[in-house]
């Protein structure tokens, strides 16, 4: 079992940045593909970043390329997601996902381990 809790969310204006973390306890932190997910109010979920084991291996969605970067902390058991340039429709509800497989934690089916997730709002 893997438990995962988010922390770093909050209110921004448009144009500023937050980080988001969350923090891994339980199973090996280091085996895991780390995933970033987002529901915005009345949509569903979905995928904004993610990260394999050793960093090697990162995705975006196109809505965060070049804004959005997502890293990890193996000796931390941490991933992080910094987020600049922040736009009001970037505001949802942030998740955390942890898998062994890549192909999960990018399509986000059948994700072995989700947080709790974590408010953003941004205000334009």
């Known amino acids: 079992q893997v438990q995962l809790v988010e922390s770093g969310g909050g209110l921004v204006q448009a144009g500023g940045s937050l980080r988001l973390s969350c923090v891994a306890s339980?199973?090996?932190?280091?085996?895991?593909?780390m995933g970033w997910f987002r529901q915005p109010p009345g949509k569903e979920r979905e995928f904004v970043a993610a990260i394999g084991w050793s960093g090697g291996f990162t995705s975006y969605a196109d809505s965060v390329k070049g804004r959005f970067t997502i890293s990890r902390d193996n000796a931390k058991n941490t991933a992080y997601l910094q987020m600049n340039s922040l736009k009001s429709e970037d505001t949802a509800v942030y998740y955390c996902?942890?898998?062994?497989?890549?192909?999960?934690?990018?399509?986000?089916?059948?994700?072995?381990?989700w947080g709790q997730g974590t408010q953003v709002t941004v205000s334009s």
């Open positions: 996902a942890a898998d062994t497989l890549r192909n999960r934690i990018t399509s986000g089916r059948r994700i072995e381990y």
């Open positions: 339980g199973r090996s932190f280091s085996i895991y593909f």
